[in-house]
């Protein structure tokens, strides 16, 4: 009995450990807006590269947002994806494609409900074309 137990430890401590890498410098403090970010030296950040796109409204499907839990160890449905954001440090199981259409993300949501995720949700993307 004492075998199991110490198993299932060393399995939650390294689950565990593996979730704790150090944060990109990015997601410390953060400018209130791209132009106020400093380099070192004191002169501002470079300019974003401007290409003539139009920002367009995109969906996608999310399922579940994991917090010391590596989603390799779950059989999602193959039109899922789990994207790991470091900031925030989780992981975030959502639709692997967005649609430009919002009723085919209601579609998927419902082909999700009916496949168990019944707390799925929309969210709102912006894309570029």
């Known amino acids: 009995m004492r075998y199991p137990i110490l198993f299932f430890l060393a399995l939650s401590c390294s689950a565990l450990t593996a979730q704790t890498e150090a944060k990109?410098?990015?997601?410390?403090?953060?400018?209130?807006?791209?132009?106020?970010?400093?380099?070192p030296g004191g002169e501002s950040a470079p300019s974003l590269p401007k290409?003539?796109?139009?920002?367009?409204t995109e969906y996608k499907v999310q399922v579940a947002i994991l917090r010391?839990?590596?989603?390799?160890?779950?059989?999602?449905?193959?039109?899922?994806?789990?994207?790991?954001?470091?900031c925030e440090q989780v992981w975030v199981v959502e639709s692997r494609e967005s649609f430009t259409n919002r009723d085919e993300a209601v579609a998927l949501?419902?082909?999700?409900?009916?496949a168990g995720y019944g707390d799925s949700y929309i969210t709102d993307l912006v894309a570029y074309q």
């Open 109 to 114: 949501q419902k082909t999700l409900e009916d």
């Open 24 to 39: 990109p410098s990015y997601c410390e403090e953060a400018p209130a807006t791209y132009g106020e970010a400093g380099v």
């Open 51 to 56: 290409f003539s796109t139009t920002p367009t």
């Open 68 to 86: 010391y839990t590596d989603p390799a160890e779950y059989p999602f449905h193959p039109t899922l994806v789990a994207r790991y954001r470091p």
